[in-house]
């Protein structure tokens, strides 16, 4: 089966650094994507990970570990504009559509 | 301007009643797939397809159908639309498999089937 996992709600200070964590459990693994997603709107692609470790685009990274199922996005110097649910997502294999976690409702406070 | 297009944007209709959601896409994408979003359950896949006439189930597809005749074009077709398939839908499309290739979403569909 596949199991994705992230913490429903955040709230973060503008300007502060946030975390969002996301574990899963899949029958197979080719990568791990990140998604944001503003209310009423399509997701659009933050990034993807395929390998161990950071990658870093502008103020966003994302980080994965294979061997503990485990990865993360950080978002630096926080704007309001960042408010918005960010979604983990998995392709079990290669050809078969991505499997969601349910996402993570970030809201970015004065 | 590289786009995925769905038509209508929002629709209210009534049980029963045949129903076609269409989408399209200018980027000569081979994958394309279909996905619900239901608040607390997150996006759950329909259908997908790797190429013109290949099409497969995803993890959701009851009560829908889908067909693939030409390369640009992925229709969700829902023939007796019931309440339970009040949603909102979204179409995706990549150059090649999912497995390393981002999605690219269309502006989505609001259904309500009363």
């Known amino acids: 089966g596949q199991n994705i996992d992230q913490p429903t709600e955040m709230t973060a200070t503008e300007g502060a650094i946030v975390q969002i964590n996301c574990t899963y459990q899949?029958?197979?693994?080719?990568?791990l994507f990140w998604y944001q997603q503003h209310a009423g709107e399509a997701p659009t692609f933050l990034s993807y990970n395929v390998l161990d470790g950071l990658e870093e685009k502008g103020r966003f990274s994302s980080f994965l570990s294979r061997s503990k199922g485990y990865s993360y996005l950080l978002l630096k110097e926080l704007q309001m504009k960042d408010s918005a649910s960010y979604l983990c997502a998995v392709p079990p294999s290669g050809n078969t559509p991505l499997v969601f976690g349910k996402g993570t409702r970030l809201s970015v406070i004065a | 301007e590289a786009q995925v297009t769905q038509n209508p944007r929002y629709l209210i209709t009534v049980t029963g009643k045949k129903l076609t959601v269409t989408c399209s896409q200018n980027m000569n994408h081979e994958y394309m797939s279909w996905y619900r979003q239901d608040p607390g359950l997150g996006l759950r896949q329909i259908y997908y397809s790797m190429n013109v006439e290949v099409t497969d189930k995803g993890d959701v597809p009851e009560g829908y159908k889908v067909s693939r005749k030409e390369k640009r074009n992925f229709p969700l077709i829902l023939e007796s639309p019931s309440p339970n398939q009040t949603s909102l839908y979204f179409c995706a499309s990549s150059s090649g498999q999912p497995g390393g290739q981002p999605q690219h979403f269309g502006d989505g569909t609001r259904l309500s089937i009363l």
């Open positions: 899949t029958s197979g693994f080719n990568g």
